[in-house]
């Protein structure tokens, strides 16, 4: 009974450095989401994916990237990192077709450090 | 757009003592409204929720009503423990659409 799995726990990156954040999820939910977490900013919405090939931006994408080959999968993908993306970052999924109002499930969190 | 606003915190209580969280939103219609807790080193999890107004959510002890009259959802225990001690998130949602969070509020419950 897994649930939502993000890999790593923990990451330090250098500025420019590339790295992917993976997420998986086996409740055979739809709907799959990145958040970031900052202090005193709850959280936001970095992007988010209805199904298998279809991605979209939520409020703070700029710097981010997403693809979903598959029902399980979601990673998150930072192409030149930066200090300001220092961070932790929840994967959340969903029901969606058919779960109205359903609940997003969390992941444990990355969390994320650029020097 | 639309928004959540919670309580500040952090906030400190003994334990058994009663607790409140305020929470209050502005959307355009009536979206769904959550309570999400974050315990240390963990993701969030759902406490309890409310899709329409007057409707009472309640879990573990904790309970928030639905008012729409003053767009409000504010958390309630009449006793809290310890092991309460966690960051509480108010969070509204239309539909399967994303879930808007407010900023959180720390709790410590000593004993």
């Known amino acids: 009974n897994a649930g939502v799995t993000q890999t790593p726990k923990f990451q330090v990156l250098k500025t420019g450095q590339s790295m992917t954040l993976q997420c998986a999820q086996d409740?055979?939910?739809?709907?799959m989401s990145w958040y970031r977490q900052d202090p005193g900013m709850g959280l936001r919405l970095i992007h988010y994916?209805?199904?298998?090939?279809?991605?979209d931006q939520g409020e703070v994408p700029n710097g981010y990237n997403v693809s979903r080959s598959t029902t399980e999968d979601f990673p998150l993908r930072l192409l030149s990192a930066a200090p300001s993306q220092t961070s932790v970052y929840f994967c959340?999924?969903?029901?969606?077709?058919?779960?109205?109002?359903?609940?997003?499930?969390f992941g444990n969190g990355t969390r994320l450090t650029v020097t | 757009g639309d928004s959540v606003t919670q309580m500040e915190g952090p906030v400190t209580l003994s334990e058994e003592a009663f607790l409140t969280i305020n929470c209050t939103y502005t959307?355009?219609?009536?979206?769904?409204l959550f309570w999400y807790v974050q315990y240390p080193g963990e993701g969030l999890q759902l406490l309890l929720k409310a899709t329409k107004a007057d409707d009472k959510g309640s879990n573990k002890g904790f309970e928030a009503t639905y008012r729409k009259e003053t767009t409000s959802f504010h958390l309630e225990k009449g006793s809290v423990q310890v092991s309460d001690s966690a960051v509480y998130f108010c969070?509204?949602?239309?539909?399967?659409?994303?879930?808007?969070f407010g900023t959180g509020t720390r709790l410590t419950i000593i004993p």
């Open positions: 969070a509204l949602r239309f539909g399967n659409e994303k879930l808007t």
């Open positions: 959340a999924s969903s029901y969606w077709t058919g779960g109205y109002n359903s609940p997003l499930h």
């Open positions: 994916s209805v199904g298998a090939g279809i991605t």
């Open positions: 409740m055979n939910h739809e709907y």
């Open positions: 959307a355009t219609g009536y979206p769904s």
